[in-house]
């Protein structure tokens, strides 16, 4: 079946401490994002990749850092220098280029700083 | 700046019954695309349906139908029988020609049986 996995699904981190976000997807698509969600609210853009080994911030990128090494995997990893990190964290693919394609996203990430 | 809003925080409807919800964009953009989401309390985004800036008819899929009326830059989604398994936030987000998808805040839709 293809599709799009986050892992883990929740994630537990002390203050000061980075972490990573893993997120695969084998729908065969060049285009790849991060989403922070809030509670009650929508979806904020964190960085996204149009294509392999480029990548581009989004709306919130401070605090975050991505890599794109293969066409399939887009870890996102929340740094000690992000002052607020718990949310849900929402990874998305699309076939990308000029053209409106859909998003599908994966189960999203739920990260709890104590 | 591209805007999106939805203005119904929270929505309730009777279960067989249509429902709207409300969605307006602000763009000088003639070029772009809008998509309604649903997301079930698991955090799953669910795409429902997309409409492009030129389409001539309003999009349908299955009892979603978006009643998309250009001049007043509204795009509200229509949810026809209402289901209990249709409870869930719906998102809908805009996407201007060479740019990323923004979302609006969400509005969260309660079905009663």
């Known amino acids: 079946d293809g599709g799009i996995t986050q892992s883990p699904k929740y994630l537990f981190r002390k203050e000061g401490q980075n972490v990573t976000l893993s997120c695969e997807q084998n729908?065969?698509?060049?285009?790849m994002y991060w989403y922070r969600q809030d509670p009650g609210q929508g979806l904020r853009l964190i960085y996204y990749s149009q294509i392999v080994n480029d990548f581009q911030k989004g709306d919130i990128a401070e605090g975050y850092s991505v890599s794109r090494e293969k066409k399939e995997s887009f870890p996102l990893t929340v740094t000690s220098a992000q002052k607020n990190p718990t949310a849900f964290y929402l990874c998305?693919?699309?076939?990308?280029?000029?053209?409106?394609?859909?998003?599908?996203f994966g189960p999203g990430t739920r990260l709890t700083v104590l | 700046a591209q805007k999106i809003t939805q203005t119904q925080p929270g929505m309730f409807v009777q279960e067989k019954e249509a429902v709207t919800l409300d969605c307006t964009y602000d763009t000088s953009d003639p070029s772009y695309g809008l998509f309604w989401y649903k997301q079930p309390s698991s955090g799953e985004m669910i795409f429902l349906i997309y409409q492009g800036s030129y389409d001539q008819q309003n999009a349908t899929e299955g009892r979603y139908s978006l009643n998309f009326q250009k001049a007043r830059k509204s795009a509200n989604l229509v949810i026809s029988a209402s289901q209990l398994g249709d409870s869930a936030m719906y998102f809908c987000?805009?996407?201007?020609?060479?740019?990323?998808?923004?979302f609006g805040g969400g509005t969260r839709l309660m079905v009663k049986p």
């Open positions: 729908l065969n698509h060049d285009a």
């Open positions: 998305a693919s699309s076939i990308g280029g000029a053209g409106y394609n859909e998003q599908f």
């Open positions: 987000a805009f996407k201007p020609a060479g740019n990323m998808l923004t």
